[in-house]
């Protein structure tokens, strides 16, 4: 009954791993279950995840990094630091389970046409960088144990800076380009086998 009521907890203001709300109905398939799997998991993580989304909006009022909410260094902040921040209250290997299925669902957002938490249409190489992030931060969790929260956001921006993490290669002025530079046209921005680049996280470009 304990974990009936958790469950159902988590799923009457169900939450997004990454993004601040969602509705239970718009949650996919593989978030209600890994939800059922994991309540206990789930409900730490609700009860959690304001002050991980504060940390995140005060990192991008403040433009510590760039201004790109997919596939720039914000993205990358809010899946690291959220891995990271998380990893002290639940085991990595749920967590990992949460990040794969939270990208099973970009495709399935895809597939239904349904933007990501950024307002964009998921592609597979946005995942790819996620999963990366996600596996990069979580490599951490020793480490960022018993870290305060001003010092994880802090390590992980610092990171970011070095080059220890992923984003997505854009021009100077923020379009979407090749590995061999070239700006990528629109309609293949809407493809999920999109032509984009990954790159280290302290690639240089403009906001």
């Avoid at 907890?9 to 239970?24: D, P, V």
């Avoid at 309540?39 to 403040?62: C, L, N, R």
């Avoid at 990069?136 to 960022?144: D, I, Q, W």
Wanted: hydrophobic residues 45%.
């Amino acid at each position: 009954m304990i974990i009936r009521f958790l469950f159902l907890s988590f799923l009457l203001s169900a939450h997004s791993f990454f993004a601040q709300t969602k509705t239970y109905a718009s949650l996919s398939k593989y978030e209600k279950c890994w939800a059922w799997k994991h309540p206990f998991a789930s409900f730490k993580i609700k009860k959690q995840q304001a002050q991980m989304y504060a940390v995140y909006t005060e990192v991008k009022q403040q433009h510590l990094l760039d201004t790109f909410e997919n596939g720039g260094t914000l993205d990358a902040f809010r899946h690291s630091f959220a891995m990271a921040y998380f990893s002290r209250f639940v085991k990595v290997k749920k967590l990992q389970k949460l990040g794969v299925a939270h990208e099973k669902a970009n495709h399935w957002q895809f597939l239904h046409h349904l933007p990501d938490e950024a307002g964009e249409l998921p592609d597979s190489l946005s995942s790819v960088m996620d999963l990366k992030n996600n596996a990069k931060a979580l490599s951490l969790a020793n480490e960022v144990k018993n870290m305060s929260v001003a010092t994880l956001k802090q390590k992980i921006i610092s990171l970011i800076q070095e080059g220890f993490f992923f984003i997505i290669k854009r021009n100077e002025q923020g379009l979407y380009v090749t590995c061999q530079n070239q700006i990528i046209a629109p309609n293949a921005l809407l493809l999920w086998n999109s032509p984009k680049c990954l790159v280290e996280s302290h690639y240089k470009h403009k906001k």
